[in-house]
């Protein structure tokens, strides 16, 4: 195995240049490309940057194919803020890549002489490396600041043939899996002695293994039909429009629907940009929707309460007004609110001062009881936030209704990125996710991942559709998020006994002395 170690290792000038391009490949794996069968390439490529590798250059591997992967895969926050809180957020998530891969290159290192034969190093390696980037992945997602849950390896396959089993292990356990192939791959390379044709087949039996597994079966409980409306409305930061025009935008998509028998009609986040909890005028515009659609309307909107504002959705009956609200639980820092105001201002105070007012983080349930039918709302960056959508079944929602404005975001590829998220949502937690818009991409997704309706982004209209709802509880969410801190110790535990063969391999100084001993043995650089 040492020659062919030999043989892998790529001088550190090209294992920098191997990084990038792996980082660009992995994006590649993600909407609106969508090459899903690049996310364990993409993996496979940056641990092979890494064989040989100590933890310091272990780092700058990781620290370059991080930056290159996040530079592009969030390159659509440049739209309207420009370059300064693209590098930023970038350069934050980089430091967590880095710090992963420089574990994960003592594994890759230490690992095969820890598990000694091939059965041990096929076995353990692999577990130990997707456990290292699965928990690197959980603790991004929610540190610093409620974290970023963007770019989770899990994401890249919304429309792959993977999708599937985010229903059995969740979005983390899915990430994992993907992660366990690109390592198998790279760890069955330096297996040279088992033969060609082996390798190929353990390679090929361990896709086939995970491809058999079947979708988990999700038991209609019910149906509801709905109309959701996307009002084409530039509702971004820098946006210039009149007090009510994203509210007449949506009620212009919304009348010509009267006369359509629905349960409850949903317009997006934002959807009326004047408050009807403070305005006669927007007030009586909702009632009158209400009341003409002969059902609830769901609208997103800002409200102010006891000083503090919130990022809102409400459930509104004519006649009786907001008989629910649910606040948005995670709005999203440095664009909702300023975490830190008086620190980080010195640094960027033009940018900072943009965000003229702090969203409160909400504490209502996130479940709306819509005429006996139990929906699970979600504000724009709440369909990330994997505690929010557990919340949601442990309340017993039938349907999600993802609420969202990417007007901010043009015609990047953040709108897409956030409909995958919706859409594996949909089949993690096997119900119907309505993901709509103020601008796209609007989509009704069933559970097992179809798209029964959509609208073109930056196009007005809606969709109505009879849709299923289900009670059916997916492994997934019966397992909560146990099975992410399962695989996370896992990897804890091989890089624990992996440091431990480093200190026990290392040569005391009276071994250094007798000739022949090489004192590079078990070292770590």
């Given at each position: 195995?040492?020659?062919?170690?030999?043989?892998?290792?790529?001088?550190?000038?090209?294992?920098?240049?191997?990084?990038?391009?792996?980082?660009?490949?992995?994006?590649?794996?993600?909407?609106?490309?969508?090459?899903?069968?690049?996310?364990?390439?993409?993996?496979?490529?940056?641990?092979?940057?890494?064989?040989?590798?100590?933890?310091?250059?272990?780092?700058?591997?990781?620290?370059?194919?991080?930056?290159?992967?996040?530079?592009?895969?969030?390159?659509?926050?440049?739209?309207?803020?420009?370059?300064?809180?693209?590098?930023?957020?970038?350069?934050?998530?980089?430091?967590?890549?880095?710090?992963?891969?420089?574990?994960?290159?003592?594994?890759?290192?230490?690992?095969?002489?820890?598990?000694?034969?091939?059965?041990?190093?096929?076995?353990?390696?692999?577990?130990?490396?997707?456990?290292?980037?699965?928990?690197?992945?959980?603790?991004?997602?929610?540190?610093?600041?409620?974290?970023?849950?963007?770019?989770?390896?899990?994401?890249?396959?919304?429309?792959?043939?993977?999708?599937?089993?985010?229903?059995?292990?969740?979005?983390?356990?899915?990430?994992?899996?993907?992660?366990?192939?690109?390592?198998?791959?790279?760890?069955?390379?330096?297996?040279?002695?088992?033969?060609?044709?082996?390798?190929?087949?353990?390679?090929?039996?361990?896709?086939?293994?995970?491809?058999?597994?079947?979708?988990?079966?999700?038991?209609?409980?019910?149906?509801?039909?709905?109309?959701?409306?996307?009002?084409?409305?530039?509702?971004?930061l820098f946006a210039r429009f009149s007090p009510g025009q994203i509210l007449d935008d949506h009620v212009s998509g919304t009348l010509p629907l009267i006369g359509e028998d629905v349960d409850f009609v949903v317009w997006p986040e934002n959807a009326s940009?004047?408050?009807?909890?403070?305005?006669?005028?927007?007030?009586?515009?909702?009632?009158?929707?209400?009341?003409?659609?002969?059902?609830?309307?769901?609208?997103?909107?800002?409200?102010?309460?006891?000083?503090?504002?919130?990022?809102?959705?409400?459930?509104?009956?004519?006649?009786?007004?907001?008989?629910?609200?649910?606040?948005?639980?995670?709005?999203?820092?440095?664009?909702?609110?300023?975490?830190?105001?008086?620190?980080?201002?010195?640094?960027?105070?033009?940018?900072?001062?943009?965000?003229?007012?702090?969203?409160?983080?909400?504490?209502?349930?996130?479940?709306?009881?819509?005429?006996?039918?139990?929906?699970?709302?979600?504000?724009?960056?709440?369909?990330?936030?994997?505690?929010?959508?557990?919340?949601?079944?442990?309340?017993?929602?039938?349907?999600?209704?993802?609420?969202?404005?990417?007007?901010?975001?043009?015609?990047?590829?953040?709108?897409?990125?956030?409909?995958?998220?919706?859409?594996?949502?949909?089949?993690?937690?096997g119900r119907t996710v309505v993901n709509i818009s103020t601008v796209g991409s609007s989509a009704i997704i069933t559970p097992d991942g179809r798209t029964i309706d959509s609208i073109p982004t930056w196009q007005p209209g809606s969709m109505v559709q009879?849709?299923?709802?289900?009670?059916?509880?997916?492994?997934?969410?019966?397992?909560?998020?146990?099975?992410?801190?399962?695989?996370?110790?896992?990897?804890?535990?091989?890089?624990?006994?992996?440091?431990?063969?480093?200190?026990?391999?290392?040569?005391?100084?009276?071994?250094?002395?007798?000739?022949?001993?090489?004192?590079?043995?078990?070292?770590?650089?």
């Amino acid at each position: 195995m040492e020659g062919t170690e030999r043989s892998l290792r790529l001088p550190l000038w090209a294992a920098l240049i191997f990084a990038a391009g792996a980082g660009a490949v992995l994006d590649a794996a993600f909407p609106d490309r969508g090459w899903w069968f690049l996310a364990p390439v993409g993996v496979g490529l940056m641990l092979v940057a890494l064989i040989g590798r100590g933890p310091w250059t272990g780092l700058l591997v990781g620290l370059v194919g991080g930056l290159s992967f996040w530079l592009i895969h969030i390159w659509w926050l440049t739209l309207y803020l420009g370059p300064v809180p693209w590098l930023a957020l970038a350069v934050l998530q980089t430091l967590f890549f880095g710090a992963g891969l420089a574990l994960t290159a003592v594994v890759l290192r230490v690992g095969p002489r820890v598990w000694p034969t091939p059965l041990g190093r096929l076995g353990m390696v692999p577990v130990v490396v997707a456990g290292l980037w699965t928990l690197r992945e959980a603790l991004s997602a929610v540190w610093p600041y409620g974290g970023f849950a963007w770019g989770r390896v899990a994401l890249s396959q919304s429309e792959g043939p993977f999708n599937s089993l985010a229903a059995w292990v969740g979005l983390s356990g899915l990430s994992f899996l993907l992660v366990w192939l690109g390592a198998l791959g790279v760890q069955l390379l330096r297996e040279p002695a088992l033969g060609r044709g082996l390798r190929g087949g353990i390679a090929a039996a361990s896709v086939a293994l995970l491809l058999v597994i079947p979708a988990w079966p999700t038991v209609q409980s019910g149906t509801t039909r709905l109309a959701a409306v996307q009002g084409a409305s530039d509702a971004g930061l820098f946006a210039r429009f009149s007090p009510g025009q994203i509210l007449d935008d949506h009620v212009s998509g919304t009348l010509p629907l009267i006369g359509e028998d629905v349960d409850f009609v949903v317009w997006p986040e934002n959807a009326s940009d004047i408050d009807p909890t403070r305005s006669d005028d927007a007030a009586r515009v909702a009632d009158t929707i209400s009341r003409e659609m002969d059902a609830p309307l769901i609208t997103g909107t800002i409200t102010r309460r006891d000083g503090k504002y919130y990022n809102s959705s409400l459930l509104w009956k004519a006649g009786e007004g907001a008989v629910a609200v649910y606040d948005k639980v995670h709005p999203v820092p440095f664009a909702e609110y300023m975490p830190d105001r008086a620190f980080w201002r010195p640094f960027a105070p033009e940018l900072i001062d943009l965000v003229s007012r702090d969203y409160a983080i909400g504490t209502q349930s996130n479940v709306f009881d819509i005429g006996g039918v139990l929906a699970g709302i979600a504000i724009c960056f709440d369909i990330a936030d994997d505690q929010l959508v557990h919340e949601m079944i442990d309340g017993n929602a039938e349907i999600i209704l993802a609420q969202t404005n990417n007007a901010d975001f043009g015609r990047t590829d953040e709108s897409v990125q956030q409909l995958a998220i919706a859409r594996l949502r949909a089949i993690e937690a096997g119900r119907t996710v309505v993901n709509i818009s103020t601008v796209g991409s609007s989509a009704i997704i069933t559970p097992d991942g179809r798209t029964i309706d959509s609208i073109p982004t930056w196009q007005p209209g809606s969709m109505v559709q009879s849709v299923p709802l289900s009670d059916t509880v997916t492994p997934a969410m019966a397992f909560g998020r146990a099975l992410e801190w399962f695989v996370s110790g896992i990897g804890l535990a091989g890089l624990a006994f992996c440091l431990g063969g480093v200190v026990t391999s290392r040569p005391s100084p009276a071994r250094e002395r007798v000739p022949g001993v090489d004192r590079r043995v078990g070292a770590v650089r």
